[in-house]
Structure formats: structure tokens, C-alpha cells
């Protein structure tokens, strides 16, 4: 019968020779991403810096990913003439990429409705603007292989990688195709229902950036906008179940100019609405909800979700001048009786999703 004390020392012998630390190595730091609402950025808001723009970029200075919508095509010297004109044309100069990067961004999807405003030469300069600064980016392409590709971005923390696509409002001619540049859409045959084969390009997409252990964000800009456009349609959560089973850490979806509901789906958050974090509209016909926003600070843990905490923003609806094109339309954190309205506003839609959100004071812990 074998001593058990001669077991004992064979044990603390064997640990003995164990590499320094190794039994009592420290967990490796999180990755830290940061997502915002989409940027409808037509001029530079930087120079001079906006009230509370050093506050948010205090706050995005903590991550190791920034991600946001760039909703506006960028005319760089590749850019080609209008598609569009008055209120709905969303162009800006190569300057707003800087304000966007002096801020914090390091991440973009590319891959939305106005990403052909200055048609197929207007998706290739932005994609060029993006690279020269530095900003990853996925969505647009071009051609249909790299508008649906993944973007990534490296990180001390590991690899990120953004899997993105448009749903609704792309105009004949916008769509990526094997031969042309353009977004990454997932057409709708019949209402509720998208064409699977784009489904499928999005879930191999993500599968295959999973298979490279990135931390998988998938993303959607919507436009097949229900008749509350704060409403959630099925296809959507649909979809955000589908990109998670297929190995995304976290889904977050634009399109809508104002917050929607929150779910968590094995583990995975999923963001179905940020609204806007900057929304220089020439329009001045939208309702209050359009100027609320929220900054979701969230870690992930070997390619798993592991908390966030949603800070809400609120808007600048104002004109610098009564003469001024755009509206600031820049935001601010949120602080009292207005944070708490909108963590409540946050908490209903999710409820009406069947998620039990539970704001804490000016915030909203996951």
C-alpha cells in the first residue's frame, strides 16, 4: 500500500520544479472595445474641440478598440460626383477621419446606405482615407469578396476582427458584386425573410475569423425599418442569434436614428440600436429620441464576453448659426435626471424583447 505522505511529498516535489509563477500566474488583462453609435460626421467638429469632447475622449482612451458607423462617403481624390443631393447627401473632406481618430476611433464599418453618395469611386476613397489614417474598417469593397471580408485590428489584448454588412435603402448600383465595388447587402426577397446566400457569406465570414481566435464583432446597418422604427423586427434578432451561434462575441446594429433594445443571447450581448454618436443632419425634423445615444464599454476574455457598462449620451440638436447647414449634432455624456431617463428609455425596449435590463444610477451594467 503506497505511504500517503510519500504521496504527499512526490506532489510538492513535482511543484517544486514548476517554472517561477506559473503556479501562481495572474489572468492576462481584458480586451476592452468600445461601441458607439453610427457617425453622420460632415464637418470637422474638432477644431475647436466641442463641449464634452475631452470628457468622451477620456473615456476612449481606455480601449483597445474604438468601433463606430462611418455614415458618410469620404470625397478623397479617388471620389466621384454626387449620387445624391440636398438634405440626404452625406459627404464629407478626409479632415472628418482625423477629428474621428483624434477622438479615439480605431475601428469602422463601412457597409450602409450612404456609403455610394459619392458613388463607386466615392466606397474606394473612403477605404483609401480609412487606410492612410490608420482606421480598420469592413463592410465595403472592391468587389463582393472584400466588401464582406473581415477587418482587423491587432491588439496587445488580441485580434478583433469586424464582420459587417447593409440591409435595406442600397440603391441600384451600391451593392458590392464580384466585378464591382459597393457595400456588402443582404438583400430581402419578401418581407421578414433575407435572401440566404447573403446570410451565409456573413456567417462564413465570422466563422472564419473565429477560426483565427479573433474576438468576432458582428455588425448590421438597417434600413428595412419597421412602422415604429424603435421597434426590433424579428428578422434582425434573427440574424444577431445566427452571427452569435456562428462564433461572433457580440452583435451591434445602426440604421435607425435612435436607441433600441438590448439582449444577452448565450452569454453574447446584442446591441440591436446605438443611435447616433454624431448626427450632422441637415433635416431638422426629428423628435428627441434621435439625440440620445449610448457608449457601451465592453471586455471580452479569451473571445468572450465578460461585462460592459452603457454610459448614455446626449446630442447636440442646435445650428452653431440660424444660417449653419448641419446641426452640431456632437455629443456629451449624459449626466442626472436625463442619464437615468435614458437607462430607463433603454430598459423598456429591451423588456419589450423579453431582456430584463437593470440601469444602475447613471449607467447600465451587463
Not at 164 to 170: D, F, H, L, Q, V
Request: charged residues 20%; aromatic residues 4%; positive net charge.
Amino acid at each position: 500500500m503506497t505511504d500517503p505522505a510519500l504521496n504527499r511529498r512526490a506532489f510538492l516535489g513535482a511543484t517544486a520544479v514548476l517554472p517561477a509563477g506559473l503556479a501562481f500566474a495572474r489572468p492576462s488583462p481584458p480586451l476592452r472595445i468600445t461601441l458607439l453609435g453610427q457617425a453622420l460626421i460632415q464637418e470637422d467638429v474638432c477644431t475647436p474641440p466641442w463641449p464634452g469632447q475631452a470628457a468622451i475622449a477620456a473615456r476612449l482612451a481606455r480601449a483597445d478598440v474604438v468601433f463606430t458607423d462611418v455614415e458618410t462617403a469620404i470625397s478623397g481624390r479617388q471620389a466621384g460626383v454626387p449620387t445624391r443631393t440636398g438634405d440626404v447627401l452625406h459627404a464629407a473632406p478626409p479632415v472628418v477621419l482625423d477629428c474621428l481618430k483624434r477622438v479615439g476611433v480605431t475601428l469602422a464599418t463601412t457597409a450602409n446606405n450612404h456609403a455610394w453618395d459619392l458613388g463607386s469611386a466615392g466606397i474606394l476613397s473612403t477605404l483609401a482615407e480609412l487606410d492612410t489614417r490608420g482606421i480598420a474598417h469592413a463592410g465595403s469593397g472592391r468587389d463582393l469578396d472584400t466588401a464582406a471580408a473581415a477587418g482587423w485590428q491587432r491588439t496587445p489584448h488580441g485580434a478583433v476582427a469586424l464582420v459587417s454588412a447593409a440591409a435595406g435603402a442600397i440603391r441600384e448600383g451600391a451593392a458590392a458584386t464580384p466585378t464591382r465595388p459597393g457595400v456588402n447587402e443582404l438583400r430581402r426577397t419578401v418581407p421578414g425573410t433575407l435572401v440566404q446566400e447573403d446570410v451565409d457569406r456573413m456567417l462564413d465570414a465570422i466563422r472564419g475569423a473565429r477560426r483565427r481566435d479573433a474576438t468576432v464583432i458582428a455588425c448590421l446597418h438597417n434600413h428595412y425599418w419597421e412602422a415604429d422604427p424603435a421597434t426590433t423586427p424579428d428578422w434582425q434578432r434573427k440574424l444577431a442569434r445566427d452571427c452569435v451561434d456562428a462564433g461572433a462575441a457580440i452583435f451591434v446594429a445602426h440604421g435607425p436614428p435612435l436607441l433600441q433594445g438590448i439582449e444577452l443571447y448565450r452569454g453574447a450581448p446584442v446591441l440591436h440600436g446605438l443611435g447616433s454618436f454624431i448626427f450632422q443632419t441637415r433635416k431638422a425634423s426629428y423628435g428627441p429620441q434621435a439625440w440620445q445615444s449610448l457608449m457601451v464599454e465592453a471586455t471580452f476574455r479569451n473571445a468572450k464576453f465578460a461585462g460592459a457598462r452603457l454610459t448614455p449620451l446626449t446630442l447636440d440638436p442646435n445650428r452653431s448659426t440660424p444660417s449653419a447647414e448641419y446641426v452640431r449634432g456632437t455629443p456629451s455624456i449624459a449626466t442626472g435626471a436625463q442619464a437615468r431617463d435614458i437607462c430607463a428609455a433603454v430598459a423598456r425596449c429591451s423588456a419589450a424583447l423579453g431582456a430584463t435590463l437593470r440601469p444602475s444610477g447613471e449607467a447600465i451594467l451587463l
